[in-house]
T-cell receptor, first 113, second 115 residues
């Protein structure tokens, strides 16, 4: 069975600083994917970034990058130059062989001005 | 990417009644998913809705309580039947593009309150 673990229930970061949100996963599937989503207070789920298990390079999307360490089964999200609008819940997720996505418990990120 | 709309955006319902939530996608997709997010919690998958076959339900969710329709590749409905206050949640529709391992997008959600 798939499992996602996010150990940081909440984080406070000063504006313009970089922040790393931790995510570890457990899977027995040789092929899998890892996702990060942002959920602001409005409730919408915003897709941020995706990493495939066979991708050679770490995924990047603008200020977001995914620090993928396959041997350690970690897929941390790095946000560079944080902004006040980055304050939200962040969910790490993985998809299983049945093509369904399993979510972690989330990390609430708060950016201080 | 995919643009997903859901109706209604929110509703307040009395216990014992049923509510049908609609999900519309702007492109044809093979797989659609329904999630529930209880207050302060993460997302929990209810079922996978595939066009042309019965929905596949996750442990703890049954068809009698959450019947799903998928009449075509751009539309699905989820019904929450015989509601109780414990059903108060946000219900989200989601689609996966690009096949297995592709990007997954979510609708804006339906905020349901059962009194």
């Amino acid at each position: 069975a798939q499992k996602i673990t996010q150990t940081q229930p909440g984080m406070f970061v000063q504006e313009k600083e970089a922040v790393t949100l931790d995510c570890t996963y457990d899977t027995s599937d040789p092929s899998y994917g890892l996702f990060w989503y942002k959920q602001p207070s409005s409730g919408e789920m915003i897709f941020l970034i995706y990493q495939g298990s066979y991708d050679q390079q770490n995924a990047t999307e603008g200020r977001y990058s995914l620090n993928f360490q396959k041997a350690r089964k970690s897929a941390n999200l790095v946000i560079s130059a944080s902004q006040l609008g980055d304050s939200a819940m962040y969910f790490c997720a993985t998809y299983s062989s049945a093509s369904k996505i399993i979510f972690g418990s989330g990390t609430r990120l708060s950016i201080r001005p | 990417s995919a643009v997903i709309s859901q109706k209604p955006s929110r509703d307040i319902c009395q216990r014992g009644t049923s509510l049908t939530i609609q999900c519309q996608v702007d492109s044809q997709v093979t797989m659609m998913f329904w999630y529930r997010q209880q207050p302060g919690q993460s997302l929990t998958l209810i079922a996978t809705a595939n066009q042309g076959s019965e929905a596949t339900y996750e442990s703890g969710f049954v068809i009698d309580k959450f019947p799903i329709s998928r009449p075509n590749l751009t539309f699905s409905t989820l019904t929450v039947s015989n509601m109780s206050p414990e059903d108060s949640s946000i219900y989200l529709c989601s689609v996966m593009t690009g096949g297995t391992g592709g990007e997954q997008y979510f609708g804006p959600g339906t905020r349901l309150t059962v009194t």
